[in-house]
Nanobody, 117 residues
Framework: VQLEESGGGLVQPGGSLRLSCVASGYTFSWYGMNWYRQAPGKERELVARIDVVGGVRQYADSAKGRFTISRENWTNTVYLQMNSLKPEDTAVYYC???????????WGKGTLVTVSS
């Protein structure tokens, strides 16, 4: 299983970024996908999650109304559209999925988002 994030970078407050995560090595369309983030000195936190067909999406309170998670099962890609970015959104963003018995988590290497003027 491989998860590869891209799309991070430096953006000014109020700006937008779209993160992408391309999955390989498993049947992407069978499992939900998640975006997490970890800010310096803080624990990793769940930002958004999406079910297998994109019909159910959940967001952290900090992301509601500003971030949108989506997926394309035909390209094995999950996206995180981030609008109205704030300095407190600065973090490394990770793509995640979990499956198997026992349940195992899979992570990408992350992509850094820096929101600063």
């Amino acid at each position: 299983v491989q998860l590869e994030e891209s799309g991070g970078g430096l953006v000014q407050p109020g700006g937008s970024l779209r993160l992408s995560c391309v999955a390989s090595g498993y049947t992407f369309s069978w499992y939900g996908m998640n975006w997490y983030r970890q800010a310096p000195g803080k624990e990793r936190e769940l930002v958004a999650r999406i079910d297998v067909v994109g019909g159910v999406r959940q967001y952290a309170d900090s992301a509601k109304g500003r971030f949108t998670i989506s997926r394309e099962n035909w390209t094995n890609t999950v996206y995180l559209q981030m609008n109205s970015l704030k300095p407190e959104d600065t973090a490394v963003y990770y793509c995640n999925t979990a499956f198997g018995n026992p349940l195992k988590d899979y992570w990408g290497k992350g992509t850094l988002v820096t929101v600063s003027s």
